[in-house]
């Protein structure tokens, strides 16, 4: 009888084109755009879009260089066995984990959001709540299948996208009227009267550059996809082509538009400036609309946080001798990891108790962790790329 050349448990590939763009989609348009862009534009001004467009185009980059990796092994798990292959098995190991705190602390920021959402509606509510019962019910639907995962962030993310468009085009309407608002008119004079494009100087630039970044994470969540994707030759360089120049549209044309609207110093750092001025400018269920909006986005980058971390887990326990590695590393009878998702959304419930003590500071505590994490994992992969780049030339000279 012959033997298997490979008996590794595989994961289920279930997720189609449209799954993997929005899965990415999803996981980066979120809290970091919907909350945080309140702090980005209280510190920086409307130099924020100079932000967000540089910080954008590197991202664009990070992409083709993690596009040219998967395609060279589209059979890998994450692209952390791109990193352990060609920058060594400790880099990979370090990469990983690492990756995987990320991940938990997005996860961790987008369950404090999804309270202080909740609490706009019944501010009665204690700020851990909704968060917990959130991550209840995402967890469960992780559990299921990946296709019901790639189900869900797709309407998830669809509801997000829709929202920004029509928000972006009401916004062209008000300038084109000139729409009186409490303090001002909309106008596009909004974005250099009030100091200059670059009213809090360099510093200030320089200073929002951490929340910017916070707003693009999850930008790589496709190269977490590739071993669960129908034709992923096909599929992932059209996700890589496609996603970051529709991000960077919607990130900059929502900005715009709200800075358009509002007068920047009147946005507060500390609320969804989405949700805040269109409540100021006298449209209140445009502010209730936009609330449902932020509130799925943030249920839907939570959710794409329980699915990266649960696969990152799965394969870094993959290989493990340990006996807690092996049994974390079984996949369930849908060919899901189960166990790992469960660990992982543990760690993400962390949140929960944080909200409980500490309300006022969660959020800037936690983005700030996933931001610099998330830059040693781009710097990993564009390393490990330039590494790959380098064996393809030493192959064609020898």
Request: glycine share 8%; hydrophobic share 55%.
């Amino acid at each position: 009888m012959q033997a298997k050349k490979d008996d590794k448990p595989e994961l289920a590939r279930h997720l189609k084109s449209r799954h993997v763009q929005l899965i990415a989609i999803g996981g980066t348009i979120g809290t970091g755009l919907f909350l945080g862009s309140g702090q980005s534009i209280h510190t920086a001004g409307p130099s924020i879009l100079l932000a967000y467009l540089i910080t954008g185009g590197i991202c664009f980059l990070i992409m083709r260089a993690l596009g040219e990796l998967l395609m060279s092994d589209v059979n890998s798990h994450t692209f952390i066995d791109f990193i352990s292959k060609y920058m060594g098995k400790d880099a990979g190991w370090v990469t990983g984990w690492t990756y995987w705190i990320c991940w938990v602390a997005v996860a961790m920021a987008e369950v404090t959001a999804i309270g202080l959402y909740i609490r706009f509606w019944l501010p009665g509510v204690p700020q851990w709540l909704p968060g917990l019962i959130a991550l209840a019910v995402l967890l469960l639907m992780n559990l299921v299948s990946v296709g019901l995962f790639g189900e869900a962030e797709f309407w998830f993310a669809l509801i997000k996208i829709v929202a920004i468009i029509g928000l972006i085009a009401l916004g062209v309407f008000m300038l084109f009227v000139h729409y009186k608002t409490p303090v001002g008119y909309a106008s596009l004079s909004n974005l250099v009267n009030d100091g200059g494009f670059f009213p809090k100087g360099m510093s200030g630039f320089l200073m929002s550059l951490q929340m910017v970044v916070f707003s693009f994470v999850g930008i790589e969540m496709v190269g977490l996809t590739a071993s669960e994707t129908k034709d992923p030759h096909k599929v992932i360089p059209e996700a890589i082509n496609e996603i970051p120049m529709r991000i960077l549209l919607f990130y900059i044309g929502a900005l715009f538009v709200i800075m358009c609207i509002y007068p920047w110093r009147d946005v507060s750092p500390v609320n969804s400036p989405f949700v805040e001025v269109f409540r100021n400018v006298g449209i209140p269920a445009a502010a209730d609309i936009i609330n449902f909006v932020v509130l799925t986005a943030a249920a839907s980058a939570c959710n794409s946080s329980i699915f990266s971390t649960g696969r990152l887990l799965f394969s870094l326990t993959l290989t493990g001798k340990s006996k807690s590695a092996r049994w974390t590393a079984k996949l369930s009878r849908r060919q899901v990891p189960a166990r790992a998702i469960m660990i992982s959304t543990g760690a993400i419930a962390v949140a929960v108790i944080l909200n409980l003590f500490l309300p006022e500071s969660v959020f800037a505590l936690v983005s700030s962790v996933a931001t610099i994490s998330f830059l040693f994992v781009w710097g990993m992969i564009v390393l490990a790329h330039l590494r790959y780049k380098n064996n393809i030339r030493a192959e064609r000279i020898f």
